[in-house]
């Protein structure tokens, strides 16, 4: 009786023990998904780089919460591209 | 200070020329603010009008740069000065302006204005540059 209620314990621990390594992958699913999910939100917010005015440049963009821009004049088409870094203090 | 306002009207308004402007801070904190202002004006359309209005400021020396300095030089600039001093106050450029730097300083630049026409780094001269746009618009150095 005192064997059979400790397997029992055993056994319960096991279902425990089954029941962790569950929640555990499943929290590791859920954190793979958010990761993706911000993953895709930042590549869909640096995906116009090249166009028109204010689109941003591809430095920096990944490394920086709110991306930066290029600020553009002229004409997208102009022969000759002039970019300027400049410190506005 | 900016090269740029001499070669804008000489080549941009007849299509030759594409300015790209980026800004970065290199002199310290007050450059991180000033970027930030700047991009927090972008936000709105208003890069260059204030941009323009910060370095005309400076050059004055009706300026010293700080929170509520930067807010006022945006009354009359931006659509909406309430938005744009929200944007300043959450520090949401912060992080992409000190990114944006080190970039550069990866790139050898140490300081500014640093210039380059079609990929090629130019010294940030108004002679030096149209020269070098020349030479691209008559097909490369």
Known sequence: MVG????????HERRAGRGSQWRAYALAVGAAGAALAVLIALVEAGGDHGGG?????????????????SHILGDAAAPVTLLEYSDYR | MSVLPPLEEEFVTSG????????????GGESELAAQAA??????????QYSD???????????????????????????????FASCLDSGRYAGAVKAATAEARGRGINSVPATFVNGRKVPATVDALRSAILEELAGGP
Do not use: H, M, Y
């Not at chain 1, 005015?53 to 821009?69: C, E």
């Not at chain 2, 991009?39 to 260059?48: H, L, P, T």
């Open chain 2, 39 to 48: 991009e927090c004006a972008g936000e709105q359309g208003s890069f260059w």
């Open chain 2, 16 to 27: 030759r020329l594409q300015l790209r402007v980026q800004p970065i801070a290199i002199l």
């Open chain 1, 4 to 11: 059979r209620r400790a397997n029992k314990g055993k056994a």
């Open chain 2, 53 to 83: 209005g910060l370095f005309a400021s400076q050059g004055a020396g009706e300026i010293a740069i700080s929170q509520d300095s930067l807010k006022r030089l945006a009354e009359g600039r931006v659509a909406d000065a309430a938005a």
């Open chain 1, 53 to 69: 005015v204010g689109t941003p440049l591809p430095l920096a963009d990944a490394t920086a919460d709110t991306p930066l821009r």
